[in-house]
């Protein structure tokens, strides 16, 4: 068995980052739900996409440390490794936001697993040769295929249609209710998927 995780909105969750940062900007009202979707959407309907686009590369970039782990992540994965199930990183992630000041997203990400240690030998205990970021998302499906994932949990439904079915497909969707018709196994939690996976 090997698991393979996607990163962003999976492992971290940057929900509440993206409310914030969009209401220091004064692009949203204050009582719009703090959920990404409902930041993006907002920005979407009053045609003003470049602003979500910039906000994107502070929440990924120079901003990530004050997103955080999704409820339940490390606990998880800490049994998951006490268990000696195999875990890698792999992440569709650019180098360098589309818009705004240049930062590398890439090291930011890396950063962020190190403060939540995820390489310490009291935490999970990876390795850097464990966490893969790449640039496009047919870069993403082909490292999961080369890698031998077994298993594979993702937050967005695009990506696990492109994963071929001899993997086991997982999608992490908090806020859907159903997903009907699909081959793959919805979790709304990572309490959730603790108990799939054991």
């Known amino acids: 068995m090997l698991l393979g995780l996607d990163f962003d909105n999976t492992i971290i969750q940057y929900d509440d980052l993206f409310h914030k ?3 220091e900007k004064n692009l949203i009202p204050d009582d ?6 409902a930041v993006r959407d907002y920005l979407r309907q009053k ?9 994107q590369g502070e929440v990924y970039g120079e901003r990530i440390m004050e997103a955080v782990p999704y409820e339940g992540m490390l606990k998880t994965l ?21 818009l705004g000041p240049k930062s590398d997203l890439h090291a930011a990400a890396i ?3 190190r403060m939540n240690h995820f390489f310490e030998p009291g935490g999970l205990n990876m390795k850097k040769n464990q966490i893969f970021f790449e640039m496009t998302k047919k870069e993403k499906i082909d490292r999961i295929i080369k890698t031998g994932c077994t298993h594979y ?10 994963i ?22 919805l979790v709304k939690s990572w309490k959730e998927l603790k108990k799939i996976l054991s």
């Open 78 to 98: 800490r049994a998951f490794a006490d268990k000696k199930i195999p875990i890698i990183i792999i992440s569709h992630k650019t180098r360098e936001p589309y």
């Open 21 to 23: 940062i969009a209401c």
């Open 153 to 162: 949990v993702d937050d967005l439904p695009e990506i696990l249609a492109m």
């Open 111 to 113: 950063s962020w697993l």
């Open 164 to 185: 071929p079915n001899g993997i086991n497909k997982i999608l992490f969707s908090p806020n859907r209710e159903v997903m009907p018709g699909k081959n793959w196994t």
């Open 47 to 55: 045609n003003i996409e470049y602003e979500w686009t910039m906000i």
């Open 32 to 37: 719009l739900p703090k959920e990404k979707n």
